[in-house]
């Protein structure tokens, strides 16, 4: 389940063209939740 996850956020920040910082201000958690 966690790898599904995973993949799913990454594939649609890249997507969005969005880095994972970035990903991380708009969504309001820390970087080490989005890794």
């Known amino acids: 389940m ?3 996850l995973r ?3 990454k ?3 890249k997507e969005n ?3 994972q910082e970035e990903l991380a201000y ?3 958690v820390g ?3 989005v890794c």
């Open 2 to 4: 966690e790898m599904v």
């Open 11 to 13: 594939e649609r920040r």
């Open 7 to 9: 993949k799913f956020v």
């Open 17 to 19: 063209k969005l880095t």
């Open 26 to 28: 708009k969504v309001g």
């Open 31 to 33: 970087l080490r939740f």
